[in-house]
């Protein structure tokens, strides 16, 4: 069980995944997520090569993510708020 310190993105009360940050890293982590996803979003309408800006932005969502278990509260379905 994690410390309630080291948790950058307490799980959601209802439903799965994370809520907002808790943490100071874990705003950092959502800024750099966002801009990176801004530049991606700038080449997309830039290029022609839509597959490969789209696969950066799957692999950037897919590395948010992986912090998310890694740094969050536990995730499991919760039903209700107790």
């Known amino acids: 069980m994690r410390r309630e310190e080291d948790i950058w993105f307490r799980a959601k009360r209802i439903g799965f995944g994370w809520g907002p940050p808790v943490r ?5 982590v959502l800024l750099i997520y966002g801009l990176l996803m801004s530049i991606g979003i700038a080449a997309l309408q830039q290029t022609r090569y839509h597959g490969f800006v789209l696969s950066y932005m799957a692999l950037l969502t ?9 740094k969050g509260g536990p995730p499991r379905w919760h039903l209700n708020d107790q």
């Open 62 to 70: 897919c590395i948010l993510i992986v912090i998310c278990i890694w």
């Open 24 to 28: 100071w890293q874990g705003w950092i």
